[in-house]
T-cell receptor, first 115, second 114 residues
Framework: EAQVTQNPRYLITVTGKKLTVTCSQN?????MSWYRQDPGLGLRQIYY???????DKGDVPEGYKVSRKEKRNFPLILESPSPNQTSLYFC??????????????FGEGSRLTVL | GENVEQHPSTLSVQEGDSAVIKCTYS??????FPWYKQELGKRPQLIID?????GEKKDQRIAVTLNKTAKHFSLHITETQPEDSAVYFC?????????????FGQGTILTVHP
């Protein structure tokens, strides 16, 4: 089954405790991206990756890191989480960059709470 | 970069009525405009998209129109049904140097009353 898998789905942590949200896709997609969803603000892009070892900032990259060492995985790293990073996070992938072909497939989301 | 404004933030209609959601974008170089539907507690899913070389696209009860001159695009849902109730997001993809950036609007909560 084609899917984008995120883990953990739910996490409560404390300020400053490093955490990683994993994202894996099994569709051999080149493009992967992270979004955060906050009420009234929609989906805001954090980082995206056009292919292995190629990453770039989205609209709200501050406080986040990513890596793309393998095609299927695109982890989101919060080195020192703060309460303003409490949000619902979505990982997404598509065959190539959105608009060239196909659609963006989203994972089920990871709800993160930083105390 | 791109900025996308979406209106209205909430929309309530009776079953069978039409619903229209509008988005404006700032960068005239944007060339791809998808619409996503997010049901409660679920992930966003693509429902329709349009490219800048097309003015209108239809898929059964949904349609999207694009006005490049005015830099706005709209989602039209006809004969609405309760299962159309969801949050709808528009988005615009910038064709500039940051080729992978996809900017979303703030979302519209659509409620269809039986």
């Amino acid at each position: 089954e084609a899917q984008v898998t995120q883990n953990p789905r739910y996490l409560i942590t404390v300020t400053g405790k490093k955490l990683t949200v994993t994202c894996s896709q099994n569709m051999n997609h080149e493009y992967m991206s992270w979004y955060r969803q906050d009420p009234g603000l929609g989906l805001r892009q954090i980082y995206y990756s056009m292919n292995v070892e190629v990453t770039d900032k989205g609209d709200v990259p501050e406080g986040y890191k990513v890596s793309r060492k393998e095609k299927r995985n695109f982890p989101l790293i919060l080195e020192s989480p703060s309460p303003n990073q409490t949000s619902l996070y979505f990982c997404a992938s598509s065959y190539v960059a959105p608009g060239l072909t196909g659609e963006l497939f989203f994972g089920e989301g990871s709800r993160l709470t930083v105390l | 970069g791109e900025n996308v404004e979406q209106h209205p933030s909430t929309l309530s209609v009776q079953e069978g009525d039409s619903a229209v959601i509008k988005c404006t974008y700032s960068d005239s170089a944007s060339n791809y405009f998808p619409w996503y539907k997010q049901e409660l507690g679920k992930r966003p899913q693509l429902i329709i998209d349009i490219r800048s070389n097309v003015g209108e696209k239809k898929d059964q009860r949904i349609a999207v129109t694009l006005n490049k001159t005015a830099k706005h695009f709209s989602l039209h849902i006809t004969e609405t049904q309760p299962e159309d109730s969801a949050v709808y997001f528009c988005a615009a993809k910038w064709s500039g140097t940051s080729y992978g950036k996809l900017t979303f609007g703030q979302g519209t909560i659509l409620t269809v009353h039986p």
